[in-house]
C-alpha cells in the first residue's frame, strides 16, 4: 500500500482537486493560530495538539495507507520545482531562478548567485526527501494513514510557525520539537538509501555523515545534506540570508562547491532514494504474504 502511494506520486504528481488538502489543512490551521496565538509555549502547545488530532482524523477517515501515503508524499512536487530553477540556470536567466526559489527554500535569494542557487536547490532536495518523501512513507508503514496524514500535519505546523522569530520564539516551539522527532529516523534512513543508492560513495556517505552532520544545528538536515554532499561529491553548507537574519552553517562534504548540473544529480538521487524504498517494502511485503500463506 505505501510503495503503490509512492508510485502513484511518481505517476500523477500532487492530487489536482482545489484546494489541495494540505493547503486546505494550512488555511484550519491559519484559522486556529489566530483564535489561540499568544507568545506562550502552553497556547503553542494547544495549536499542535489540534493540528495532530486533526491530521490523525483525516487519515481515519481516508482509511487508506495507498491513499494517504499518496496526499502526504510530495517527491514529483518536489522534483518538478527543483527542476525550474536548472532551467532558468541553464537558460542563463538568474533573475527567474532567483524568482522561484522560494517555492524550496525560505532564505533571501536576492543577492544569490548561480553558485549559490545551485546550493540551495540541493539542500532543499535533500531536506525534503526526508520531509515530503521518506518521512511520510515510513509513518504511514507504521500508522497507516492516521500516520501519513498526522506526520502532514506535524510537517506542515513547522513550516507555519516553527521559525526562529520573535512571534514564533514560543508558541512554535512544541510544532518545530514534533517535527525534529518525527524525522529523526527518516533522516538516518535516507542517510542509508543514499549510501544504498550509491553504493560506490557509501563508505564516504557514512564518513561525511558522522564527521560533519553533528554540527548541523539541525538534527535531521544536517543527516541528509551531508549524505547528499557526500554522494555527489560537493560541499553544502555556508552563509544564508533568511530576512534579517543571517545564519552560517557549517560545511557538509569536502568536494568542489554545487553546480546547476548538481541540481539534476540531485533530483536523480532523490527519485533513486525513493525507488529504493519502495523496492524494499514491496519485497517487505511479499515476503510477508508468502509467510503468512504458509503457515495457513
Not at 36 to 47: E, K, S, V
Not at 176 to 189: E, T, Y
Amino acid at each position: 500500500m505505501v510503495a503503490g502511494g509512492l508510485a502513484v506520486d511518481r505517476v500523477l504528481g500532487e492530487p489536482q482537486r482545489v484546494p489541495h488538502p494540505v493547503a486546505l489543512f494550512g488555511k484550519v490551521m491559519g484559522g486556529v493560530e489566530r483564535r489561540w496565538y499568544a507568545p506562550a509555549m502552553l497556547n503553542g502547545a494547544a495549536y499542535a495538539a489540534i493540528g495532530v488530532a486533526l491530521g490523525g482524523l483525516c487519515g481515519v477517515v481516508v482509511d487508506s495507507p495507498l491513499m494517504a501515503t499518496y496526499v502526504a508524499v510530495a517527491g514529483r512536487s518536489l522534483a518538478d520545482t527543483a527542476r525550474s530553477v536548472l532551467d532558468a540556470l541553464e537558460s542563463g536567466d538568474l533573475e527567474r531562478a532567483r524568482s522561484l526559489l522560494p517555492g524550496l527554500v525560505g532564505r533571501d535569494p536576492s543577492n544569490l548567485d548561480a553558485v549559490e542557487v545551485s546550493r540551495a536547490v540541493v539542500e532543499s532536495v535533500a531536506e525534503n526527501t526526508v520531509d515530503a518523501v521518506i518521512a511520510p512513507a515510513l509513518w504511514a508503514l507504521v500508522g497507516g494513514a492516521p500516520g501519513a496524514l498526522g506526520y502532514r500535519a506535524v510537517n506542515t505546523m513547522d513550516a507555519m510557525v516553527g521559525h526562529r522569530s520573535e512571534r514564533y520564539r514560543r508558541f512554535g516551539t512544541t510544532a518545530a520539537r514534533l517535527d525534529d522527532a518525527a524525522n529523526w529516523v527518516p533522516a538516518r534512513l535516507t542517510a542509508l538509501l543514499v549510501a544504498v543508492a550509491r553504493p560506490r560513495q557509501a563508505f564516504q556517505v557514512w564518513q561525511t555523515v558522522r564527521s560533519d552532520a553533528p554540527a548541523h544545528p539541525s538534527p535531521n538536515s544536517g543527516i541528509a545534506e551531508a549524505a547528499f554532499a557526500a554522494a555527489l561529491g560537493i560541499r553544502l553548507g555556508g552563509e544564508s540570508q533568511y530576512g534579517e537574519l543571517t545564519e552560517t552553517r557549517p560545511q557538509l562534504g569536502t568536494g568542489r562547491a554545487a553546480e546547476p548540473t548538481d541540481i539534476r544529480a540531485a533530483i536523480r538521487l532523490s527519485q533513486d532514494c525513493t525507488v529504493v524504498l519502495g523496492a524494499g517494502l514491496l519485497v517487505c511485503s511479499l515476503a510477508f504474504s508468502a509467510r503468512f500463506r504458509t503457515r495457513t
